[in-house]
């Protein structure tokens, strides 16, 4: 006789083992926390053995719960692209609020009204990338973040640093002196707390020991705080080339290739969607494009 799949349990009991927490599951899964307790208690019945050991703030999984948890979860991965294959959903980018506030969303109109067929969404994400469960497609990340074995990863370009300001506030540094530095506001994002550092290693001045005196949440209150005048913000030279060739902000000491790089991280599953496929070749050309202009 066929043995009924108890589906909505393994499903509590795969988020609980994945977030650590029934509470946490019951937020993912939109349920209470009682219907996953009760879920998972289900199970723990059915195979006659505990699946967690409860602690006072946690949850953590017995040696059987580990090995159900981790088949668990390769099973619904393997439901989900298979069901994404048969009714693919809208083209999802992921990448973080800066670069999609101050350099995709400038971009994608143009883009856009090219392929007018093409669905898109947005997901706002700077860190690691779960394609199958966020239901991404294409992630911009550099590589400070390391891409999970299911993407196929594409570095585009070398991310390019610098000190950027109001054009005032330049008026009281001096270019050619990388000493003037010790006297001027140290803007930083809390996201990239050793952007300083890195800068000053790769502009040949590791020498040079700056504290910051502000720290942001994000890149784009940092950036937005030095275009008010209130310091110097280290940013990419991606997120702010825009405002550098409008004069709202200016870069006294120029840009440096920085460690990082910058990658695209393409879903394996969706690799051969055209309009994945096409999505891919226009953001390698917008990022080529810049370069070129630079060279220029």
Not at 166 to 194: C, Q, V
Not at 248 to 261: D, N, T, Y
Request: net charge neutral; with cysteine.
């Amino acid at each position: 006789m066929p043995t009924h799949l108890p589906l909505n349990a393994l499903r509590a009991f795969e988020a609980a083992a994945r977030l650590g927490s029934m509470s946490a599951a019951a937020v993912d899964l939109g349920v209470t926390h009682g219907a996953v307790s009760r879920q998972i208690k289900a199970l723990e019945d059915r195979f006659g053995f505990p699946l967690f050991e409860r602690q006072p703030r946690s949850i953590v999984p017995t040696r059987e719960g580990a090995q159900l948890a981790a088949d668990v979860a390769e099973a619904f991965e393997r439901l989900q692209i298979a069901v994404s294959r048969m009714q693919p959903g809208p083209l999802i980018i992921s990448c973080s609020a800066t670069i999609m506030m101050r350099w995709l969303i400038p971009r994608l109109p143009t883009f856009k009204n090219s392929q007018t067929s093409f669905e898109f969404q947005l997901n706002v994400n700077y860190g690691d990338q779960d394609f199958v469960r966020d239901e991404v497609s294409i992630a911009i990340r550099t590589t400070i973040y390391r891409a999970p074995a299911s993407a196929v990863v594409e570095t585009v370009a070398t991310e390019e640093i610098g000190p950027v300001c109001h054009p005032k506030y330049a008026e009281r540094l001096d270019p050619g002196h990388m000493d003037s530095l010790r006297g001027a506001r140290i803007l930083l994002s809390s996201t990239r707390p050793n952007a300083w550092k890195e800068w000053a290693a790769a502009a040949g001045h590791s020498e040079l020991k700056l504290s910051p005196h502000e720290s942001y949440e994000h890149f784009y209150l940092a950036i937005q705080a030095a275009t008010c005048g209130l310091g110097l913000a280290m940013a990419p030279r991606l997120l702010v080339e825009d405002d550098v060739r409008s004069g709202h902000l200016v870069a006294p000491f120029g840009f440096v290739a920085g460690p990082h790089k910058l990658q695209l991280w393409v879903a394996h599953h969706q690799r051969n969607r055209p309009d994945v496929q096409a999505t891919v070749r226009w953001l390698r050309g917008e990022l080529a494009t810049m370069a070129a202009d630079r060279e220029g």
